[in-house]
Every structure is written in structure tokens, then in C-alpha cells.
């Protein structure tokens, strides 16, 4: 294992992925962000420079940080924003894990503004490694844009009209395919508009291929005449289907596939596609485009994409492990956690909308983290975070309710993958949970990973081991839903937490001096 170290420069800039240029933040100039690749067991040190005029906090999506919670980046969680104009580095050994992870923002919604990236972790334990099981990797990040500063957009949601006269969050301007979206022009006056071409993915025929999709927004993801094969959800390999032809992917979602070029083909093209799935975005105007193209090309010479739509089979999350790991089949603690929409009456008398833990919207005080308030011996404000205690190692379940009979959640859970042993429709009680008949859990080597789609009005019951100590959010990846209050968070071990050790750099964000003027919280 060796060190490896990033020096990153944070900065807003002008671009234009889907052709519409506005104000946007970047890492060393470029969008997507820069990959961060390591092998497992190395540590990675990310010196992260902010020339922005806003706070910044870099999460590494995925990534367990045993041990390091001070380094999992999440304002108001786990550090006090990097003060404009300063520098501030993250240092984590990826110890256990290997696959396809990303990193982003976790400040507001930022990452919505630019602030993302692949990470790639490599390992001889992977049962998928180059020159044996494929000859060659692909990233292909799917993402969503807008064409207003996120911050603008959080402001308007928070107030009684919210944005474009709509409180539920806003469905996309464009969809990216790798940082690159195709904007209808004609629909803006903005004399700035380019019409892009579609982003190419090369390939040479003959070869297979890795495709690591990193998923920021819900689609289908498919490529034409080319079937998945699926190596990997999330960081977990499994031993999955042979030949999907369409993949539905949430937003944090990662997928590993391997897809085989044909011989003899040179020159030919397929479209990639990236369709969004209405059911977890409100209010998609019915004439909106929902499908984000790319082009996979042969090389070899130019020619036009093909246009044969995928059959449709679907991946499930019933899939197994390649490496069996089968979860305690008791558990020490259990808790149920259940998220909805609603509003907040100000002290204006105005309704705000908002979403819910169990009847609390998360209220961000950024510059009081709770792995702070924890290591100091404190206690978190139930009024303030809807939170879990599991002060012992063992198995733990986490009951989710999505209940919002509306749309469709993408959860994730950070500092562990967790085991899906149990989902069904409606929604679970702590007593109903307590009477369930838990042989019909599944035990024998369930799907493992760090983020899942639970359909509307539905539950999903996951099993952690409580071994790492921190404070770890549960939070919808819909970046929106997380700027109104959508986090929860799981406390593993507070007597642990005490002992962690935290860098000085770390503690002195949280300085007086760090803090900007009017902001007092
Ligand atoms: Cu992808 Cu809280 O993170």
C-alpha cells in the first residue's frame, strides 16, 4: 500500500455542459471533477484549496472511513465548512473496500453545481480484474443539471411559493452524460445556448469492457444491442444477471457491468441511454425530453448510431454477492426511521415545505458538527436530528418508511454497507417490526451496499454491524430533499467516538475565526 495525494483547487467558473452557460463549481477547472484511482489498502490525502466565496466540505461517497469520521466532509455532521480562501486536507486509508465510488459536495447542494467525481478503488480481491475478466474500463457518470445556482434554487424551495412557483424540488433542466447534455436552444433567449453534439464513448470491437456507471440522478440506463452484464452494485460484486438490457440506477447508485464489442463492426455506433424515471422526480412537465443520449463508437470511422430500443428486463436488488457474507441473524438494537414531506409554519405564519424524519425537519447548524458535540461527551437535540444510539457493536436493523405516497427515494446510509434482509409494501411499526416472523429475513449472503431505492409507501429493512463509531447520516441522495431537511443520523458507538483521534486543522475549522460574519449558528 502506498500513498497517494491529490492537491485539488476549488473554484467557481463559467461552462456550459448542456450548452446554457451559467456560473458553476469546479475542481482544478474541470467538470466532472478529477478521478481519484488507488488500490486498496492505500491512503489518499486530498489537499482541497477553496477559492470559492462560499464554505466547502468534499464527501467520498461510499468510502467507510473507519476511524476517520472527521474525514467523511458533511457540514454540520462531520466538519465545519473550509472558510473561502483557505486550505484544508482529507487524509482516510481505504482499508476493506474495493469497486466504483464517487466523491461530491456534501455542502447544501453544491454538488448540483458542479462539485463531483469518480473514485475508483482497485484490488486483486475484486472477482472482476482487467486482462483476465475484460480487457479495458469505461466511467460513465449520469447526472442531472439545472440552469440556476443551487443556492438560489434552496432559497426559493424555503419559501412559500418555492422555485418556479412549485415546492416540491425542481425537475432538471437537462440530463449529462459525463458532464456533457444536449439543451434545446429554441426554448431559451439566452443568445449563449450552443447545441451541443452527443457525447462519444469510444470502444474497439472485439474486446469487452467494464463500464463503472456512477449514477447521480434515477434513470434506466441501457446501451443499444448491447446486454449488461452486471459485476457489481454498488461496491459489492455480484454474481448477476448474464444479460440485462436495461438498468434502473438511483441517484449514489454505482453499477459495475461488462459488455462485449462485436468483431467486424468497425465504424458502427449505439446509443447509450440514460432515461429518467418520472417516478422519482415531481412534476415532470409532460412534454419533457427524459432521455439523456451518448454514443458508444467503434472506432475505426464515423457513421450514424443505431436506433433499437433495449428490451426491457430490470434489475432487482435480489441478486447475490460473489463474496458471501452472511449478516448476525440476531441483532443487539433496532430502530425505525420514517421520512415524509410537509411543511413548517415560520414565524412568519407562512407554511415552508420541508422533509421529515419521524416529525423532525434537520435543521443544519453548520458550525456545531455532531461528531463534535459526541467526541466532547455531548448529546445530539432530538428536536433538531432525528438520530439513533447503537452504543455496542453487534447487528443492528434500520427500518425505512418512505412515506410519501408521491415519488420514489433513493436512501443512503454512510460509513457502512448495510445487508437488505427484508422489504415490503406499506409501512413498519416498531411493534409490527417486533412481530414479524424474522426466518423470513433474508440471512444467506443478501445483497450488500451503500445506497437503495425504496419505492413510495414502501419499507425496507437493513441490517448494519455496529463496528465503526461516528455519527453516520441516512439521507436521501435527491440533493434538494437533503438541503430541506431529509437527514437523519445514525450514532454508532458515542463512548468510541470520544477516543477517535481528530487533527487540530480539523477541530480549528470549527474556529471562531473560521466562522463568517452573521453567521452565528
Ligand atoms: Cu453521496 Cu451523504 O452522500
Given at each position: 500500500p502506498v500513498t497517494r495525494t491529490f492537491d485539488w483547487t476549488l473554484s467557481l467558473a463559467t461552462g456550459a455542459p448542456d450548452g446554457v452557460e451559467r456560473e458553476m463549481m469546479v475542481v482544478n477547472g474541470q467538470f466532472p471533477g478529477p478521478l481519484i484511482e488507488a488500490n486498496q489498502g492505500d491512503t489518499i490525502i486530498v489537499n482541497v484549496r477553496n477559492d470559492m466565496t462560499t464554505g466547502a466540505g468534499i464527501h467520498w461517497h461510499g468510502i467507510a472511513q473507519k476511524g476517520t469520521d472527521?474525514?467523511?466532509?458533511?457540514?454540520?455532521?462531520?466538519q465545519c465548512p473550509i472558510p473561502a480562501g483557505s486550505t484544508f486536507t482529507y487524509k482516510f486509508t481505504v482499508a476493506n473496500q474495493f469497486g466504483t465510488f464517487w466523491w461530491h459536495s456534501?455542502?447544501?447542494?453544491?454538488?448540483?453545481?458542479g462539485l463531483l467525481g469518480p473514485l475508483i478503488i482497485h484490488s486483486p480481491d475484486d472477482p472482476n480484474v482487467r486482462g483476465r475478466d475484460y480487457d479495458c474500463e469505461r466511467i460513465i457518470i449520469l447526472g442531472d443539471w439545472m440552469h440556476d445556482m443551487s443556492d438560489v434554487i434552496i432559497a426559493d424551495l424555503l419559501t412559500?411559493?418555492?422555485y418556479h412557483n412549485s415546492v416540491a424540488p425542481p425537475p432538471p433542466d437537462a440530463l449529462l452524460i459525463n458532464g456533457v447534455g444536449v439543451y434545446?436552444?429554441?426554448?431559451?433567449?439566452?443568445?449563449?445556448c450552443t447545441t451541443q453534439s452527443l457525447p462519444e464513448i469510444d470502444v474497439v470491437p472485439n474486446s469487452s469492457y467494464r463500464i463503472r456507471i456512477i449514477n447521480t440522478m434515477h434513470y434506466k440506463f441501457s446501451i443499444d444491442s448491447h446486454p449488461l452484464k452486471i459485476t457489481a452494485a454498488d461496491d459489492t460484486a455480484i454474481s448477476g444477471p448474464?444479460?440485462?438490457h436495461q438498468l434502473p440506477i438511483g441517484i449514489g447508485q454505482r453499477y459495475d457491468t461488462i459488455i462485449k464489442t462485436t468483431v467486424g463492426t468497425d465504424g458502427s455506433a449505439y446509443y447509450v441511454r440514460a432515461a429518467m424515471?418520472?417516478?422519482?422526480?415531481?412534476?415532470?412537465?409532460?412534454?419533457?425530453?427524459i432521455t439523456a443520449l451518448a454514443v458508444l463508437r467503434y472506432v475505426a470511422t464515423g457513421s450514424k448510431a443505431t436506433t433499437t430500443l433495449p428490451s426491457s428486463t430490470d434489475w432487482s436488488d435480489s441478486h447475490d454477492p460473489l463474496i458471501a457474507s452472511n449478516p448476525p441473524t440476531t441483532v443487539v438494537a433496532s430502530t425505525v426511521m420514517t421520512s415524509v414531506f410537509g411543511f413548517i409554519t415560520n414565524s412568519a405564519l407562512q407554511s415552508i415545505a420541508h422533509f421529515f424524519w419521524n416529525s423532525v425537519t434537520w435543521t443544519n447548524?453548520?458550525?456545531?458538527p455532531m461528531l463534535f458535540t459526541l467526541k466532547n461527551g455531548g448529546s445530539l437535540n432530538s428536536s433538531i436530528i432525528t438520530h439513533a444510539i447503537f452504543p455496542s457493536t453487534g447487528a443492528a436493523d434500520i427500518i425505512i418508511n418512505n412515506?410519501?405516497?408521491?415519488i420514489d427515494h433513493p436512501y443512503h446510509l454512510h460509513g457502512n454497507a448495510f445487508y437488505l434482509v427484508s422489504r415490503g409494501s406499506g409501512l413498519l411499526t416498531a411493534p409490527e417490526y417486533a412481530a414479524l416472523?424474522?426466518?423470513?429475513?433474508?440471512?444467506?449472503n443478501p445483497l450488500r451496499r451503500d445506497t437503495l431505492v425504496i419505492s413510495r409507501g414502501s419499507y425496507a429493512i437493513i441490517r448494519i454491524i455496529t463496528d465503526n463509531p461516528g455519527v453516520w447520516p441516512l439521507h436521501c441522495h435527491i440533493g434538494w430533499h437533503l438541503a430541506v431537511g431529509k437527514l437523519a443520523a445514525i450514532v454508532v458507538q458515542p463512548a468510541a467516538i470520544q477516543d477517535l483521534s481528530v487533527p487540530a486543522a480539523a477541530t480549528a475549522l470549527?474556529?471562531?475565526?473560521n466562522i463568517p460574519a452573521g453567521d452565528t449558528v
Amino acid at each position: 500500500p502506498v500513498t497517494r495525494t491529490f492537491d485539488w483547487t476549488l473554484s467557481l467558473a463559467t461552462g456550459a455542459p448542456d450548452g446554457v452557460e451559467r456560473e458553476m463549481m469546479v475542481v482544478n477547472g474541470q467538470f466532472p471533477g478529477p478521478l481519484i484511482e488507488a488500490n486498496q489498502g492505500d491512503t489518499i490525502i486530498v489537499n482541497v484549496r477553496n477559492d470559492m466565496t462560499t464554505g466547502a466540505g468534499i464527501h467520498w461517497h461510499g468510502i467507510a472511513q473507519k476511524g476517520t469520521d472527521w474525514a467523511d466532509g458533511v457540514p454540520g455532521v462531520s466538519q465545519c465548512p473550509i472558510p473561502a480562501g483557505s486550505t484544508f486536507t482529507y487524509k482516510f486509508t481505504v482499508a476493506n473496500q474495493f469497486g466504483t465510488f464517487w466523491w461530491h459536495s456534501h455542502m447544501g447542494n453544491t454538488m448540483a453545481d458542479g462539485l463531483l467525481g469518480p473514485l475508483i478503488i482497485h484490488s486483486p480481491d475484486d472477482p472482476n480484474v482487467r486482462g483476465r475478466d475484460y480487457d479495458c474500463e469505461r466511467i460513465i457518470i449520469l447526472g442531472d443539471w439545472m440552469h440556476d445556482m443551487s443556492d438560489v434554487i434552496i432559497a426559493d424551495l424555503l419559501t412559500v411559493n418555492g422555485y418556479h412557483n412549485s415546492v416540491a424540488p425542481p425537475p432538471p433542466d437537462a440530463l449529462l452524460i459525463n458532464g456533457v447534455g444536449v439543451y434545446n436552444c429554441s426554448s431559451v433567449t439566452d443568445t449563449s445556448c450552443t447545441t451541443q453534439s452527443l457525447p462519444e464513448i469510444d470502444v474497439v470491437p472485439n474486446s469487452s469492457y467494464r463500464i463503472r456507471i456512477i449514477n447521480t440522478m434515477h434513470y434506466k440506463f441501457s446501451i443499444d444491442s448491447h446486454p449488461l452484464k452486471i459485476t457489481a452494485a454498488d461496491d459489492t460484486a455480484i454474481s448477476g444477471p448474464k444479460a440485462l438490457h436495461q438498468l434502473p440506477i438511483g441517484i449514489g447508485q454505482r453499477y459495475d457491468t461488462i459488455i462485449k464489442t462485436t468483431v467486424g463492426t468497425d465504424g458502427s455506433a449505439y446509443y447509450v441511454r440514460a432515461a429518467m424515471c418520472a417516478a422519482s422526480i415531481a412534476n415532470v412537465p409532460s412534454n419533457y425530453d427524459i432521455t439523456a443520449l451518448a454514443v458508444l463508437r467503434y472506432v475505426a470511422t464515423g457513421s450514424k448510431a443505431t436506433t433499437t430500443l433495449p428490451s426491457s428486463t430490470d434489475w432487482s436488488d435480489s441478486h447475490d454477492p460473489l463474496i458471501a457474507s452472511n449478516p448476525p441473524t440476531t441483532v443487539v438494537a433496532s430502530t425505525v426511521m420514517t421520512s415524509v414531506f410537509g411543511f413548517i409554519t415560520n414565524s412568519a405564519l407562512q407554511s415552508i415545505a420541508h422533509f421529515f424524519w419521524n416529525s423532525v425537519t434537520w435543521t443544519n447548524y453548520i458550525y456545531k458538527p455532531m461528531l463534535f458535540t459526541l467526541k466532547n461527551g455531548g448529546s445530539l437535540n432530538s428536536s433538531i436530528i432525528t438520530h439513533a444510539i447503537f452504543p455496542s457493536t453487534g447487528a443492528a436493523d434500520i427500518i425505512i418508511n418512505n412515506h410519501d405516497g408521491g415519488i420514489d427515494h433513493p436512501y443512503h446510509l454512510h460509513g457502512n454497507a448495510f445487508y437488505l434482509v427484508s422489504r415490503g409494501s406499506g409501512l413498519l411499526t416498531a411493534p409490527e417490526y417486533a412481530a414479524l416472523n424474522t426466518s423470513s429475513f433474508n440471512t444467506t449472503n443478501p445483497l450488500r451496499r451503500d445506497t437503495l431505492v425504496i419505492s413510495r409507501g414502501s419499507y425496507a429493512i437493513i441490517r448494519i454491524i455496529t463496528d465503526n463509531p461516528g455519527v453516520w447520516p441516512l439521507h436521501c441522495h435527491i440533493g434538494w430533499h437533503l438541503a430541506v431537511g431529509k437527514l437523519a443520523a445514525i450514532v454508532v458507538q458515542p463512548a468510541a467516538i470520544q477516543d477517535l483521534s481528530v487533527p487540530a486543522a480539523a477541530t480549528a475549522l470549527c474556529d471562531a475565526s473560521n466562522i463568517p460574519a452573521g453567521d452565528t449558528v
